[in-house]
């Protein structure tokens, strides 16, 4: 059996003794992890966010649309009805017109 040097059992105990390096590289490794993942859960979230704002304002775009568009055509509807109201009267009145200058020669 080889018998280790003084020397030898030394520099062994001494490699199995970890250092600051290597413990701090770990842990260094871990907090950067959750950094990292804290950042992404971060971005998701705040795509998320924007992506409802854009939603709603596309929802509230098409109601402002909805609700001019009706106005509109209410309006649309008020001014035909009155033209074709207003085109009964003078047509009627027109007509009896000529048939009391026709028959009354």
Known sequence: MPTETPIAAAAA???????????????????LDQFEEAFERAQRVDERRRFELRRRAANRSRARDIVKTEKRGRVRFSVLAICLTATVVVVTVVMFETLAWLVGG
Do not use: L
């Open 13 to 31: 105990s001494v490699d199995s003794i970890p250092s600051t390096a290597t413990v701090a590289a770990p842990r260094m490794e871990r907090s």
